[in-house]
């Protein structure tokens, strides 16, 4: 079945359940990306292991880090494709998020324990599964060679590694190598990655003109905007909080009489 087929009957088959506009639009981001995904491969008909590819291509292509969107939505994309390839229905029920583990049985206890260790120090789901992600490459590529004991990793292992890796993805491999190195005590290959320098693209920040500052000040001063959004939009120009505290923020954490808030970004933070 081709891949403009089996989209366009998924995306009949979501219209006829129920699904909202929004989801229905997010559907067909996930298509568009997919058939450019597909298009670079040369790839006209739809398997189980195109579907796989794509939902394994979680690396976002601005950042060159992991992307659990990209991780969750690919993953349930590709379930309910090849749930039609093989049973000609469409099984919703593989709409839930999928985890993502090493399918050596070995390997599959280490990266749970390392799992669990690192929701025990953050907080923050997506700093979780951006270490936990670093892992799973390392263990997929530990698979590839057949080697499954952590006591058998060499210096080599990993240097052969990383030059598996692209350019853009290898400082944040050598970050999520350096934890995970620590973690399980192996200070001889955490000396190895420590002294490891990756090349850093120098991005120039852009930063909102006053002409624009003024443009969404003189926005949130409308009737069409709430005072709870307006205070939101507010505090986060005047601040720079990022969206993930913000969010998370409390009336505890604020103090009203030294006019401060805290809030935890996995170490201690002020803003006056």
Known sequence: MTIETICNLLLDALTEAGFNESTLFNYKGVIRRFKTFCDEKGVTDYTPEIGQAYADDVISKKTGKYSAQRHYSQGRFSRLLTSYYNTGIFDLAVMKRGRQEPSNDALKVLYREYEEHLREQYSNENTVLFYAYEVFCLFKYLESIRLYEIRDITAGTIVDYIKTTKQNRQRAILCGLRLYFTFINRQDLFAIVDGMHAYRAKRIIPLLSDSEIQKITDAIQTSAISNRDAAIVLFGLTTGIRAIDL??????????????????VNSAQKLH
């Open 247 to 264: 969010i998370n923020l409390r009336l505890s954490d604020i103090d009203w009489d030294n006019e401060t808030i805290s809030f935890n």
